[in-house]
């Protein structure tokens, strides 16, 4: 499991450099691309502590992934239930807990490289990062937030060895809502972080 997670982590924040020959992709390209950048600037920057560098590599991921998309989809159909502050306090944590525990990870990177393999579109506005680190492969949900903007890319999910991040999330977050409930999941996210 914690192969997994590191697996999770240093795909996300070290994407390395790649092209496509299809032209549609260019907003995708120049937001993987950047990403790449900084995520090897903070993976690499020596003046930079390991709590420096989690701390950077925490303000990346919350830049970068579609959290309001995510918690929502993670919530299920008790979504539904929910009062809309609810939801509010549920995005929080949710952020929190998953950018604390991601960048955490940064003390396990030794300078791997990843390496990208394919951009596929599947749907528009929707694109599949598929990348190799080591023997793992991990695939990434990229959307675009706004079509009209060409830089308003997300990561939506990460999934490894055919495993979706928030299916798995939602699987377990459905668990504790039905036998425990609301302020339980709320405990356990913030115990988490």
Not at 73 to 88: A, D, M, N, S, W
Request: with cysteine; proline share 1%; aromatic share 10%.
């Amino acid at each position: 499991m914690k192969k997994f997670i590191v697996c999770l982590i240093l795909n996300f924040l070290s994407l390395s450099a790649y092209s496509t020959a299809n032209d549609n992709n260019a907003g995708v390209d120049s937001y993987v691309n950047q990403l790449i950048k900084n995520g090897l600037e903070v993976f690499n920057d020596q003046n930079l502590t390991q709590d420096g560098k989690i701390a950077k590599s925490k303000m990346l991921i919350l830049a970068n992934l579609d959290l309001d998309w995510m918690a929502k989809f993670t919530l299920g159909v008790y979504r539904r239930t929910l009062t809309p502050e609810q939801i509010k306090q549920f995005t929080e944590v949710y952020g929190n807990y998953v950018s604390t525990v991601y960048a955490d990870l940064v003390k396990n990177y030794h300078g791997q490289q990843p390496k990208v393999e394919q951009v596929r579109i599947l749907d528009k506005g929707e694109f599949m990062v598929e990348m190799l680190i080591g023997t793992a492969k991990v695939n990434y949900l990229v959307r675009q937030k706004d079509a009209s903007d060409n830089s308003s890319f997300k990561v939506s999910d990460v999934i490894t060895e055919g495993v979706s991040m928030i299916s798995s999330q939602q699987s377990e977050f459905m668990n504790i809502l039905s036998n425990s409930g609301f302020d339980t999941l709320i405990d356990e996210l913030v115990k988490k972080s």
